[in-house]
C-alpha cells in the first residue's frame, strides 16, 4: 500500500456532506512510487495528463434548481500529488447542496481546489449532457492484440521479463488491449481497463506484450503507477524514438481515470470508450 493511501478515506466508512467541503480532497505524494520505479521529479522520462471524468456532477442555481453536468479534469503528468479517488468524490458530493451563482463560478471554484490538492494547475471543462451525447463512444486506434493465442499463469506482479522483441527491426505501430485489470492497493478491489501503446522503435512480439499487460490481474496499484510501469518497461525494452502509453479505466463511483504518459509533448483528446 501506498504509505500515505492508508490514512486516506478509501476503504472507510464516510460521512456524506452535501455542502461545499474542500477539506475532503487528500492529495497522495506521487514520489513514493516514482522511487520504486528509479525516477525522481527532476528526472521524469515522461510527459502526459491524467484525465478524470466526473459523470456525477451536480450544484444548485440561486433559484434553488439543482444543474447536473459532466466535469472534465486534466491533471499535469508531473504534478508533485495524485488525488485519492474516495476523497475526489466526496468532494464532488459536496457541490450537490451548494449554489454557484455561475457556471464560470463553479469552475472557478473547481479549479482552486483541484490545483491546490495536485500541487499544480487543473485543466476544468464542465460539459452539458447533450454535448457528450453527441460525442458518442470511440475506438481504441491501431491493432487490437487480445485475440492472440497465449499462455500466462502467473498474475501476481508486472514481469517485464516476459517482453520481447526484435532488435533487428524498427517498425512504428500502435498496439491496444482491453485485458488491462489490476487492483486498488487499499481496498483490492478490481480497475478495469484498456490500454494503448503507440511507439517507433524495436519491433515488439505482440504476443509477449499481451501476457505482460495480463501479468498485471493480481497486481495492487494506483491507475497512474500501472501506466508509468508500462511506459518505463517498454522504453527500456524497445529504446523507442518516440513513445506513448496510455489506459482509459472503468469509473468506479462515478469517476474514471485516464493516465497519458509519453516521451514528448502530447495534447490528447479525452473520448469516451464503449466500457466507459
Known amino acids: 500500500m501506498h504509505p500515505a493511501a492508508e490514512h486516506s478515506p478509501l476503504g472507510k466508512s464516510s460521512e456524506y456532506i452535501a455542502t461545499y467541503s474542500p477539506e475532503q480532497l487528500f492529495p497522495i505524494p506521487r ?16 510527459q502526459g495528463v491524467d484525465y478524470w471524468n466526473c459523470f456525477e456532477l451536480s450544484w444548485l442555481l440561486p433559484s434553488g434548481k439543482p444543474v447536473v ?28 447542496q451548494t449554489v454557484f451563482a455561475s457556471l464560470g463560478e463553479l ?33 481504441l486506434p491501431g491493432l487490437c492484440i487480445d485475440a492472440l493465442d497465449v499462455a500466462i499463469s502467473n498474475y501476481e506482479q508486472p514481469q517485464p521479463e516476459l517482453l520481447r522483441c526484435n532488435p533487428e527491426r524498427v517498425v512504428e ?5 482491453h485485458l488491462l485489470k489490476s487492483n486498488c492497493p487499499v481496498t483490492g478491489q478490481p480497475d478495469w481497463g484498456s490500454v494503448v501503446v503507440e511507439y517507433k522503435g524495436r519491433a515488439l512480439d505482440h504476443a509477449s ?27 527500456n525494452l524497445l529504446q523507442p524514438e518516440h513513445l506513448t502509453v496510455y489506459a482509459r479505466y472503468v469509473r468506479r463511483g462515478g469517476l474514471d481515470i485516464n493516465p497519458y504518459r509519453s516521451t514528448g509533448a502530447i495534447s490528447p483528446k479525452n ?3 464503449v466500457r466507459q
Open 107 to 139: 469552475q472557478a471554484c473547481l479549479e482552486k481546489d483541484l490545483s491546490a490538492a495536485a500541487g499544480k494547475p487543473v485543466g476544468v471543462k464542465v460539459r452539458t449532457l447533450a454535448e457528450v451525447e453527441a460525442q458518442g463512444v470511440t475506438a
Open 209 to 235: 506484450l499481451l501476457t505482460y499487460l495480463i501479468s498485471f490481474r493480481q497486481h495492487a496499484d494506483f491507475h497512474e503507477q500501472c501506466v508509468e510501469r508500462i511506459y518505463l518497461d517498454l522504453k
Open 31 to 46: 514520489t513514493a512510487k516514482w522511487a520504486e520505479l528509479g525516477v525522481t521529479a527532476q528526472t521524469l522520462p515522461w
Open 69 to 96: 453536468a459532466i466535469g472534465e479534469f486534466a491533471i499535469p503528468a508531473d504534478s508533485p500529488n495524485i488525488i485519492e479517488s474516495k476523497s475526489f468524490k466526496l468532494y464532488l458530493n459536496s457541490l450537490n
Open 173 to 177: 505501430e500502435t498496439l491496444h488491449s
Open 271 to 273: 473520448v469516451r470508450l
